[in-house]
């Protein structure tokens, strides 16, 4: 297997379950990011790690939790969502935060009833 | 913090017309300035990029401008093609070209008419 994959492709959860959202790379990449894309939004960068280390929150819920135990898994570790949270969760990698090209997953699209 | 507008939010085009989708950025410190693509049910891919010490760049069909004065760029397709059916996003950074500044735009969803 080869570039960045997600699993799973399609999650249905309820607001009291708890789930986790998986992402690996086999790109050989030091940077991994968490990027949320909704409906009619810009893409919203949520997390950043590099060489396993975070270095980016933008502020996010909570109830969102990432987790990156290599450089080359990254979780995001979900518990107690809201409706509003269902949208399309993309990972990336990069060859590390200081190059520009971002390779995406095929994301994992969320639903919270 | 940066602020990236992008325009239109959908434009359809004739088969072998060009098209034009356009970006301002709110930062004059932004220096790096990529366009996305993505197909739909499909990851973005990165299809051009630009920074700030030039102007113009091409790859066949596809050119993208910069204006750091006015603070704009625009992404240019000359002889669309059905397989340029997609949602294009332009993103601004001011971290040296780095991912984890990129601010996108919301995206513009290209529609190519036979």
């Known amino acids: 297997e080869t570039g960045v994959t997600q699993t799973p492709r399609h999650l249905v959860m309820g607001m009291t379950n708890k789930k986790s959202l998986k992402c690996e790379q086999h790109?050989?990449?030091?940077?991994m990011y968490w990027y949320k894309q909704s409906a009619k939004k810009p893409l919203e960068l949520m997390f950043v790690y590099s060489l396993e280390e975070r270095v980016e929150n933008n502020s996010v819920p909570s109830r969102f939790s990432p987790e990156c135990p290599n450089s080359s898994h990254l979780f995001l570790h979900l518990h107690t969502l809201q409706p509003e949270d269902s949208a399309l969760y993309l990972c990336?990698?990069?060859?590390?935060?200081?190059?520009?090209?971002?390779?995406f997953g095929e994301g994992s699209r969320l639903t919270v009833l | 913090g940066e602020n990236v507008e992008q325009h239109p939010s959908t434009l359809s085009v004739q088969e072998g017309d060009s098209a034009v989708i356009k970006c301002t950025y709110s930062d004059s410190a932004s220096n790096y300035f990529p366009w996305y693509k993505q197909e739909l049910g499909k990851r973005p891919q990165l299809i051009i990029d630009i920074r700030s010490n030039v102007g113009e760049k091409k790859d066949q069909r596809i050119a993208v401008t910069l204006n750091k004065t006015a603070k704009h760029f625009s992404l240019h397709i000359t002889e669309t093609q059905p397989e340029d059916s997609a949602v294009y996003f332009c993103a601004a950074s001011n971290s040296g070209g780095g991912a984890d500044g990129l601010t996108f735009g919301k995206g513009t969803h290209l529609i190519i008419q036979p």
């Open positions: 990336a990698s990069s060859q590390d935060p200081f190059t520009g090209e971002l390779f």
């Open positions: 790109l050989g990449h030091n940077a």
